[in-house]
């Protein structure tokens, strides 16, 4: 007997954890957006790009060293020895170059900033995309919640429409109702459970969009997500005013929104550039050091085996066909263009933010009127179902009592879970 309850305790067991599914709560579903993520693993990988570019640019600072080796026949004439033949050898080469920048006027150092600014503007785009992916990721949490949340209204109509049959019946039995009223019955009872099937299969619409944007590849993911419980009769006292006002909202958006943050280094970059084309105007002041040595057998007269040069030199372009001016004016139109695209961010972040703002009370006091339009419409369907026992009213009045009443329920939820998604909306809105 112990061993009989031994085994089906295993297979308990193992039933157990093979049908268990991973819930995720909001914070755990960012942290697997951040880690699966291929956009944003796009937008790393940029950001390395970026940085090797700036090393490339650094590397001017330093001196360029070449080495060249060569081997091969090398023929001479009129030679003393003998000045009527063409006289060959073997030749052996090998030569070292070094040449360092002294001062080029700012070429090297304003390609190096325009570099390091193109870089960080890649961090602060980097940025901008993991903070929309939050956004995205709550958006879609929320989304779920209240797809499962209504679900339970459809439920819940369900059963009141088949208890409505069930009395019905009951009532055309004892006489009291016609058979017309257990056909309607029927009728709402099929609608609600095509009602709760189109909420089941909203929920499953709402899963995958979820795994879209968290990451998940799986063709099936086993997995849940942290559902708290929903007092209908107190969400929206549950609901807490926002931490910033209006011109809060938009003072915070221009210090921490990262498009801006972004932008501004487009902006330093283009200064950068335009300093670099700038420069070309100029001189470039370089040392070179040389060192060459040769091995001859028949020659070693007339080519020396070792030679080594160092100068200080000066290069300054002259004319260059005007290419020069007009590198200088495409840059200037380059931080112009910068400098509006700025302006015109701040606009668009103002707008957006006041919209959000917006939104996040127009869903707050949507959520208040709705949660009265469930307590007057429970008080109508209660009113409506007495007036059906006792012979007051006819079906069609409990049946509108009864749709408004789960109508007015669905509404609070959608408004109740629209107000986060305004509240993930405006935190992104004003880089928060």
């Known amino acids: 007997m112990k061993n009989k309850l031994s085994k089906i305790s295993v297979s308990l067991l193992l039933a157990l954890q093979l049908n268990a599914v991973e819930t995720y709560s909001i914070d755990d579903l960012v942290l697997k957006a951040m880690q699966n993520s291929p956009d944003l693993k796009i937008a790393t990988s940029s950001i390395e790009a970026s940085k090797s570019r700036t090393a490339i640019a650094s590397s001017s ?15 001479i004439s009129n030679i003393p020895t003998d000045p009527d033949s063409m006289i060959s050898d073997t030749l052996l080469l090998g030569s070292l170059s070094l040449k360092q920048i002294v001062y080029n006027f700012g070429k090297t150092s304003n390609n190096v900033d325009s570099f390091k600014y193109d870089s960080d503007a ?16 709550k958006l879609a949490y929320y989304s779920v919640l209240q797809a499962k949340a209504l679900i339970d209204v459809q439920k819940e109509n369900v059963k009141l429409n088949r208890s409505q049959l069930y009395r019905s019946k009951k009532y055309f039995q004892a006489g009291i109702r016609t058979k017309i009223d257990i056909s309607d019955a029927k009728v709402e009872l099929i609608k609600a459970k095509l009602d709760l099937k189109k909420a089941q299969y909203s929920l499953k619409t709402a899963f995958a969009l979820l795994d879209r944007v968290v990451g998940f590849e799986k063709s099936v993911n086993v997995y849940d997500i942290y559902k708290g419980k929903l007092d209908l009769t107190q969400l929206y006292s549950s ?38 084309a700038s420069s070309n105007y100029y001189p470039e002041l370089y040392f070179k050091a040389d060192y060459t040595k040769q091995s001859v057998d028949k020659f070693k007269s007339s080519i020396p085996k070792d ?16 290419a020069t001016e007009h590198s200088k004016q495409e840059k200037k139109v380059q931080l112009e263009i910068e400098n509006s695209k700025y302006l015109s961010s701040k606009l668009l972040i103002k707008n957006e933010t006041t919209e959000a703002f917006i939104n996040v009370y127009k869903a707050k006091d949507s959520v208040e009127l709705s949660q009265s339009l469930v307590e007057v419409s429970d008080e109508k369907f209660n009113q409506a179902s007495k007036r059906y026992e006792h012979g007051l009213s006819d079906y069609i009045e409990l049946q509108q009592s009864r749709q408004g009443y789960i109508d007015s329920k669905a509404y609070l939820i959608i408004n109740y879970y629209s107000y986060y998604q305004a509240i993930a909306k405006l935190d992104n809105a004003i880089g928060k």
């Open 307 to 322: 030679k080594w040069q160092g100068s200080l030199n000066l290069n300054w372009n002259l004319y260059k066909g005007g």
């Open 239 to 276: 609901l807490k005013e926002y931490p910033l006002n209006l011109p809060e909202s938009i003072d915070f958006s221009y210090k921490n929104r990262y498009e801006l943050k972004r932008q501004s280094f487009d902006i330093l970059s283009a200064k950068s550039q335009n300093k670099l």
């Open 61 to 75: 600072y330093l001196p360029t060293i070449d080495l060249h080796l060569s081997a091969g026949k090398n023929g």
């Open 122 to 137: 890649f961090s602060m785009n980097n940025l901008q995309l993991i903070s929309d992916k939050k956004r995205d990721v």
